[in-house]
């Protein structure tokens, strides 16, 4: 059975975290961060403070792994994700 236009519009803004975040909002974090290469590589990547927690959910989501974080300047973060591993 084929997924309705509809269908896809709803997933996209399901609540899937307990932090509230949608999928949209986990894809559109991941894909800032992500490898240019491949979605499931290693990350390191800086993000603002701003960011920080809807990153480190989405990196939790795809990449099936939790990422460290290390605070660098006043509102900055290193993170780092081993890449996929489900």
Same mark, same amino acid.
């Given at each position: 059975?084929?997924?309705?236009? @509809?269908? &896809?519009?709803?997933? /996209?803004? &399901?609540?899937?975290?307990?932090?509230?975040?949608?999928? /949209?909002?986990?894809? @559109?974090?991941?894909?800032? =961060?992500?490898?240019? /290469?491949?979605? +499931?590589? %290693?990350?390191?990547?800086?993000?603002?403070? @701003?960011?920080? =927690?809807?990153?480190?959910?989405?990196? +939790?989501?795809?990449?099936?792994?939790? %990422?460290?974080? &290390?605070?660098? @300047?006043?509102? /900055?973060?290193?993170?780092?994700?081993?890449?996929?591993?489900?």
């Amino acid at each position: 059975m084929a997924i309705s236009e @509809d269908q &896809k519009e709803f997933e /996209k803004h &399901k609540v899937v975290t307990n932090g509230g975040h949608t999928i /949209k909002n986990l894809r @559109d974090a991941f894909e800032y =961060v992500e490898d240019e /290469k491949h979605w +499931k590589n %290693p990350i390191e990547c800086v993000v603002n403070v @701003d960011i920080l =927690v809807v990153t480190i959910e989405a990196i +939790k989501y795809f990449h099936g792994v939790v %990422p460290t974080i &290390k605070a660098i @300047d006043c509102g /900055k973060f290193i993170i780092n994700s081993s890449g996929y591993n489900c």
